[in-house]
Nanobody, 117 residues
């Protein structure tokens, strides 16, 4: 499963970013069967789950991002998104998308999000 993450960058506290993850080599029907998620890893920390969306659209969020982040998917475009609002320095990390499904799982290459104070 090949994924390509994009959309990271440098933003000030209180700002917003939208991450995107594409699955260019998956066909649409296969993409629809996958559970998808965003994870992040800050320096010196373990990778943690930020948000996930199941194949049938159920969403779950880490407590630290509830009310600020929104995960969504567009299966027709084979894309996963993470809208991040009210960002703070604690959100600084490399963000990875992940897909898990009937034909295995895979990770995107990571995109850096840096929030300045």
């Amino acid at each position: 499963v090949q994924l390509q993450a994009s959309g990271g960058g440098l933003v000030q506290t209180g700002g917003s970013l939208r991450l995107s993850c594409a699955a260019p080599r998956m066909i649409t029907s296969t993409f629809s069967m996958y559970n998808l998620g965003w994870h992040r890893q800050a320096p010196g920390n373990q990778r943690e789950l930020v948000a996930m969306i199941t194949s049938d659209g159920q969403k779950n969020y880490a407590d630290s991002v509830k009310g600020r982040f929104t995960i969504s998917r567009d299966s027709s475009r084979k894309r996963l998104y993470l809208q991040m609002n009210s960002l703070n320095p604690e959100d600084t990390a490399v963000y990875y998308c992940h897909a898990e499904g009937p034909y295995g799982d895979g990770w995107g290459q990571g995109t850096q999000v840096t929030v300045s104070s």
